[in-house]
């Protein structure tokens, strides 16, 4: 059986449940209990499971909640359900069963003409950039914006706005191969945020980077959080967690073992 740790929630490996067994944390929610789920709940999972079609269970029964403004770190090695996690939030899969509610909205029963509406109010980052390698840096932003429906007279102006709030105003005419691995990743993130998203998904953001290079990508992740985003970051990246100190939700085997406030980075161990 995984150490306790500081958390007062206890994995059972005999059903593979986590139990609360303490007081709570201030602003540790989310195990089998399912805490308080409130009106400043933005992310809301509820029981969730999810196989692939290969029959492997990704997520098994998990209960979560992120509130308005947080910002959290889910861990946990390669394979233990992370990104299948953020999918669910912007609805790449649907849930085999449970519910996921973001915002207000149940993802998963929502009309598949509604999910272009529901992406435009996530920005997501991933490890691997995703940039269009034969536009510039600010034709990356405004071709987003485009897709997503921003009005023309906008787009130019958010697309400054937000190159030169990731320190990036500077090379906007630079095209992805011109920048360094960190330089392209908060072009990455400018475009994640460029459509003013209230919540801000990464995938291992910082897979890519240098150690030096990951504690500035995260830095940037808190300002923007600071400005009053949800920001929930996928890692198996223990200096980035450790040095942050925030929310630290630990998934092992598709379930939460652990879910902590002020959080170090935890693996829960293979018995
Ligand atoms: P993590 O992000 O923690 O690495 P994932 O959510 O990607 O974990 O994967 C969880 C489990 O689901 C793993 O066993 C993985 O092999 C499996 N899995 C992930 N994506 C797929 C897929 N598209 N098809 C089938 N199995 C998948």
């Not at 990036?168 to 072009?187: I, K, N, T, V």
Request: hydrophobic share 40%.
């Amino acid at each position: 059986m995984p150490r306790a740790g500081a958390s007062s929630a206890q994995y059972d490996a005999s059903d593979g449940r986590t139990r609360f067994t303490g007081a709570a944390p201030a602003g540790a929610l989310g195990w089998t209990g399912r805490g308080i789920v409130g009106a400043q709940t933005v992310i809301d999972f509820e029981h969730v499971s999810f196989t692939y079609d290969n029959d492997i269970e990704a997520l098994h029964e998990v209960d979560a909640h992120l509130d308005k403004g947080e910002f959290a770190f889910i861990v946990g090695p390669t394979g233990e359900g992370k990104s299948t996690f953020l999918k669910l939030i912007y609805r790449e899969v649907v849930p085999t069963s449970g519910r996921v509610i973001v915002a207000g909205t149940d993802v998963g029963r929502l009309p598949r003409g509604r999910v272009p509406h529901l992406r435009r109010r996530i920005g997501v980052v991933f490890q691997d950039f995703r940039l269009l390698s034969d536009k510039t840096i600010s034709e990356n932003i405004l071709f987003a914006l485009e897709a997503m429906g921003v009005p023309r007279r906008d787009m130019r102006r958010r697309t400054a706005e937000v190159l030169r709030q990731v320190g990036l105003g500077f090379r906007m005419d630079a095209f992805p191969s011109e920048l360094s691995a960190g330089e392209q990743q908060r072009a990455c993130i400018a475009r994640a945020i460029a459509n003013y998203p209230p919540i801000l998904l990464a995938d291992e953001p910082t897979g890519n980077l240098d150690p030096e290079t990951s504690l500035e990508i995260v830095t940037l992740f808190r300002d923007i959080n600071i400005r009053g985003t949800t920001v929930l970051i996928a890692t198996h990246d223990k200096q980035v967690v450790d040095t942050m100190n925030r929310r630290v939700i630990s998934l092992h085997r598709g379930r939460i073992v652990r879910d902590v406030a002020q959080g170090q980075y935890y693996a829960a161990a293979y018995d």
